[in-house]
Nanobody
Framework: VQLQASGGGLVQAGGSLRLSCAASGRTFSGYAVGWFRQVPGKEREFVAAIRWSSARPMYADSVKGRFTISRDNPNNTVHLQMNSMKPEDTAVYYC??????????????WGQGTQVTVSS
């Protein structure tokens, strides 16, 4: 599975962005799709994940109530809607496909990162 992440950019605090993760080579069927983020000098951090089959979402506590992960079946794409953004959301965001859960090691396929910057 090849993953293409898009939608990053610069936004003011309190604003919104929507990230997208599109799969090619095969569908997301049978996988969970997760979003992680990383800032320089820190480990990659779990943000959210969704099981493709059940659409069951999982969120990090830091983004609950602000971020929403969803699937777009016809387009084989997963979206991450980010609202009420904070400067601490600034990071490179990565999408991944794999087994499920908050651990990065559970994901086999990774897309390139997309930069998200939230200004105060």
């Amino acid at each position: 599975v090849q993953l293409q992440a898009s939608g990053g950019g610069l936004v003011q605090a309190g604003g919104s962005l929507r990230l997208s993760c599109a799969a090619s080579g095969r569908t997301f069927s049978g996988y969970a799709v997760g979003w992680f983020r990383q800032v320089p000098g820190k480990e990659r951090e779990f943000v959210a994940a969704i099981r493709w089959s059940s659409a069951r979402p999982m969120y990090a506590d830091s983004v609950k109530g602000r971020f929403t992960i969803s699937r777009d079946n016809p387009n084989n794409t997963v979206h991450l809607q980010m609202n009420s953004m904070k400067p601490e959301d600034t990071a490179v965001y990565y999408c991944a496909a794999g087994r499920d859960g908050p651990a990065a090691r559970g994901y086999e396929y990774w897309g390139q990162g997309t930069q998200v910057t939230v200004s105060s």
